[in-house]
Nanobody, 118 residues
Framework: QVQLVESGGGLVQAGGSLRLSCAAS????????MGWYRQAPGKQRELVAT???????NYADSVKGRFTISRDNTKSTVYMQMNSLKPEDTAVYYC????????????WGQGTQVTVSS
């Protein structure tokens, strides 16, 4: 019904930057909280950052001060600017979008690989 298309991942050296984008399309629904999660090899998926429809933001402690999440509701898109990247940030990053209304499903992007070399 709703498809999330991620872009912006890639290979970057430590200290570099990347900007991830996730655009929602398909069946119309009101976007609620949007966020980014990541999963490193051998580890569970973890929350990186979330942003509500009202732009309340939460970051994982490990990325505070380095990552910035934002959204553009007119474009149904969530972004994450990642600066001062570290090798520990290497993971597959997944976009997640919830419907605004209670009981609405959530959707996941296909994942985009971020690799940070030292």
């Amino acid at each position: 019904q709703v498809q999330l298309v991620e872009s912006g991942g890639g290979l970057v050296q430590a200290g570099g930057s990347l900007r991830l984008s996730c655009a929602a399309s398909g069946s119309s629904f009101t976007l609620g909280t949007m966020g980014w999660y990541r999963q490193a090899p051998g580890k569970q998926r973890e929350l990186v950052a979330t942003i509500t429809r009202g732009s309340n933001i939460n970051y994982a402690d490990s990325v505070k001060g380095r990552f910035t999440i934002s959204r553009d509701n007119t474009k149904s898109t969530v972004y994450m600017q990642m600066n001062s990247l570290k090798p520990e940030d290497t993971a597959v990053y997944y976009c997640n979008v919830r419907g605004f209304y209670s009981g609405s499903p959530d959707y996941w992007g296909q994942g985009t690989q971020v690799t940070v070399s030292s």
